[in-house]
Structures are given as structure tokens and as C-alpha cells.
């Protein structure tokens, strides 16, 4: 039960997605006025959904591990727990036009691509990076550098080389290895015992059930949502109100917190008085996204993920959704995500949905041969221009902190997240953060 409302503390929120979300929710909790400015017609950012197969699926595929302690808490606090699905993974990894499974330390004994020394170099490489938690030695040295040197030239061209490359393109042999390993540590905690077994999370109904429970909250605690509402221009005056300007509308509040990407809350700044915090901003770079989501009639493959790790191909993953939530949620239609990371030069972002689908479709075909597009049902395509910053050695000394130079603005976003990757549940996190940082500033 939240207080009564103090209408002197009023907060703006810029961006509807987990975070902004999460925000609000804790925020409006503690009594205070609120209202959450979101750009697109839906709430949710990247975890925002979509209908197909006469269901809710998310426009990115998603799923939370065992370890995502924020997200578990939340999804508990709104009464979702019940819906709460765990679900056996199974990854593939294909390789010179073979597939080759890859969930288990069994098949990485069997992977032939590598050695059998190799192989067991990776084992050790991995194990180490579950156990090693000094994870600051790391953010000095590049991924490429030190799988180079401690899993083999080998393994880093057949592995490591074509992840790298298919996420982050010109930027891959910047990467720093703590953001590696952070990927691989998270991971490698969620398996059991054995390490034979990972198990992954989903919501029934999708992702987009927590977000519906979240806007339900926020509209019983009071929080305006205004949708199709592009912030153009943020300033803090002296009189310690912060002005946005949406719309053509002039809005006036106490408190303003930020939860786009940097490089977009630079751009909505309205001042020269801080130039240097602005160009900080704007140095760190971004890579774009752009997924294929489509339902079929035809069960393609017997595996949840694929790793595609030919770097001439136009995707960097193929996943099965059927394979991790069963078809019955989805008019027993199969559920399919081809998807990648792009930079935002990439052709990508210029083509037509239809030539995607030709580019994608055909180069699906070489995986798996027996892949017949006239069984699709239907397709859509989704692109994100936001979608994942770069990690490199100097990323540290890049990252914003919550409380901004402009009096009563605050800043949180992903690109604050380090030395882990942006998630689910970080943007819990972080939402949580930067509330309590809020409200203790009140």
C-alpha cells in the first residue's frame, strides 16, 4: 500500500522498458507522483512483445537463469511465480556446415572440430572462468588476447573467433575479457552439480505477462503513462525544476530520471555547460539488433539454441523456441528467432523485410536442408537500434554514474552495467537502484 501522494515530488521517467518500469514500480510505492514518458506505442524496450501464433512472444528471445536473484524477487512480488516455467536448455554450435551439440562437458569431449587436447583446454578454460571471481584483472586484457594465449589458437579461431565477430563485428577484437567473463560465469553457475544439465526460466504467456503486471501496478499506484511520447529536450533549471519538453508539450518536474541509452540522453541535453559529460556520453559506442521471429508447421532441429559460428553467415543465432516451451502454447505451431547483432552502418538497417527474409531463409536452408518455407505461417521482423554496447578495455573508465551533472537528473541504463551483460535482470537491478538513490535524494 503506497502513501498519500505528495504532489511537490513529482518524477519524471524517460523510457517504458524493464527498468523505467521497475522504477516506477518501486518509486510509486514510496507515494511519489510519477510519470513514465515511453516512445513506442507498447511498454517493455527490448522485452516488449508481440503476437503471433495467437500468442504473446517477445520481439527478442529472452529467458532468466537460476542466478537472476532481482528478477526471481520481482516476478515473487507481483504474484507471477506460478508461472514461472523451468525448462531443460540444449545448445548446437554449427561449424563447416556441421552441426555439432555442445550443452554438456561430454560433448565438448566429443566436439571433433577441435583436438582432443583442445578440448580438454576448453573444459579447463571454462572451469576456470566459473570458479576465478577476480574478475578486475581481466578488464585490462582482450578476450582475443587471453583465449588466444590460454585456450589455444585453435579454439579461438573455432569458438571463440565467430562469437566475438558475429556480435560485435569491427569490434571484436576490443572486447574486454571481463565482459567474457562475466557471460561465461553467470552461465556456468546455472548448471547443476555435474554440469550436465543448465536450466533455463520462462514466463507462461511470455515476458510481456510481467510487464502487463507491472503496468497494472503502476496504474493502481497512481503513475501516469504517457505512450508515443519522444522526449526531445531535457533541461534543469536553478529554480530545481527539471523541464521536458514532449510533443510540443512542456512538462515540469522535481526529479527526472533517464533510463534511454547514453548516447540518446545525450542528445536530449539542452545545454553547452557541460560539454565534457556529454562527449563522455557519446564515446561509448552501440551496436543495433535485428531479429526474424516466425511460426511454421515444420519442427526444424532438436536443439533450443544455435550458435552459428561461420563468420560469412548473415545471423549469429538460430533458436528453436519450441524446443524450450512446448508448442501447445502456440496454437502447436513451432516457434522460431533468427537474430544477430548489428552495427548501425550495416545493410541491415537500409533493406526491406523482404529481402531479409530471402537473405535469412537461404542461408537457413544451408543449416538445415530439409527447411521448407512454405510451411511458415507467418513471419515479422523486428529492428533495434539500441541493442548492446561495446566492452572494451577502456569501458571502466567510460561508465556513467546514476547522479548527473544536472541538478535533480539521473541516469540508468545497461551501459552502467559492468562487467556484466545487459539482461532482464540487471534492468531489475538497476531499476531498484536507481530508485532507492531517488528517494533517498528527496
Known amino acids: 500500500m503506497s502513501k498519500s501522494i505528495d504532489n511537490k515530488n513529482k518524477i519524471a521517467i524517460i523510457g517504458g522498458g524493464l527498468t523505467g518500469l521497475t522504477a516506477a514500480y518501486f518509486l510509486s510505492q514510496k507515494g511519489y507522483s510519477i510519470t513514465v514518458f515511453e516512445k513506442s506505442d507498447k511498454l517493455g524496450g527490448l522485452a516488449s512483445t508481440d503476437e503471433i501464433a495467437n500468442s504473446q512472444i517477445e520481439k527478442t ?185 514532449s510533443n510540443n508539450k512542456t512538462f515540469k518536474f522535481d526529479k527526472c530520471i533517464a533510463t534511454v541509452p547514453s548516447v540518446v540522453f545525450a542528445d536530449l541535453l539542452n545545454t553547452n555547460k557541460y560539454n565534457y559529460y556529454i562527449n563522455n556520453l557519446k564515446d561509448i559506442d552501440y551496436l543495433g539488433a535485428a531479429t526474424l521471429v516466425f511460426s511454421s508447421n515444420q519442427n526444424i532441429g532438436d536443439k533450443y539454441w544455435y550458435n552459428i559460428n561461420e563468420i560469412s553467415f548473415p545471423f549469429l543465432a538460430f533458436i528453436n523456441h519450441t524446443n524450450f516451451i512446448h508448442k501447445s502454447f502456440y496454437d502447436r505451431k513451432h516457434i522460431y528467432y533468427i537474430g544477430g547483432y548489428f552495427p548501425h552502418d550495416h545493410e541491415i538497417f537500409s533493406k526491406n523485410e523482404s529481402e531479409i527474409r530471402q537473405i535469412w531463409f537461404t542461408s537457413l536452408k544451408k543449416i538445415f536442408p530439409q527447411f521448407d518455407e512454405t510451411q511458415i505461417h507467418e513471419s515479422k521482423i523486428y529492428r533495434f537500434k539500441f541493442a548492446q554496447h561495446i566492452v572494451n578495455n577502456s569501458y571502466k573508465s567510460k561508465i556513467p554514474k546514476y547522479i548527473t551533472p544536472l541538478d535533480n537528473v539521473y541516469l540508468a541504463n545497461f551501459s552502467q552495467i559492468y562487467p556484466e551483460d545487459r539482461g532482464m535482470n540487471f534492468a531489475v537491478r538497476e531499476g531498484e537502484n536507481i530508485a532507492n538513490i531517488v528517494a533517498i535524494d528527496m
Not at 511465480?81 to 556441421?98: C, P, T, V
Not at 565438448?108 to 583442445?118: A, C, G, Q, V
Not at 584483472?137 to 583465449?147: D, I, N, P, Y
Open 61 to 245: 528471445y529472452h529467458h532468466i537463469f537460476q542466478t537472476d536473484t532481482k528478477i526471481l524477487k520481482l516476478i515473487q512480488k507481483l504474484k507471477l511465480a506460478h508461472l514461472l516455467r523451468w525448462e531443460n536448455s540444449s545448445m548446437a554450435i554449427y561449424y563447416k556446415k556441421r552441426i555439432f551439440p555442445f550443452s554438456s562437458p561430454i560433448d565438448l569431449l566429443k566436439f571433433k572440430p577441435l583436438s582432443p587436447i583442445n578440448r580438454i583446454r576448453t573444459g579447463l578454460v571454462i572451469f576456470f572462468l566459473k570458479i576465478f571471481k577476480n574478475w578486475k584483472k581481466l578488464s585490462s586484457v582482450t578476450a582475443k588476447e587471453w583465449l588466444s594465449k590460454w585456450n589455444g589458437k585453435q579454439a579461438y579461431k573455432v569458438i571463440w573467433e565467430p562469437l566475438l565477430k558475429g556480435k560485435f563485428h569491427k569490434y571484436s577484437n576490443q572486447i574486454s575479457m571481463a565482459w567474457l567473463w562475466a557471460r561465461i560465469h553467470i552461465r556456468a553457475n546455472t548448471r547443476n552439480k555435474t554440469g550436465n544439465q543448465e536450466l533455463l526460466g520462462y514466463l507462461e504467456g511470455s515476458f510481456g505477462v510481467l510487464i502487463q503486471e507491472l503496468e497494472n501496478q503502476l496504474s493502481q499506484n497512481g503513475v501516469k503513462i504517457k505512450l508515443t511520447s519522444e522526449i526531445k529536450s531535457l533541461t534543469s533549471k536553478k529554480c530545481n525544476k527539471v523541464i521536458l519538453q
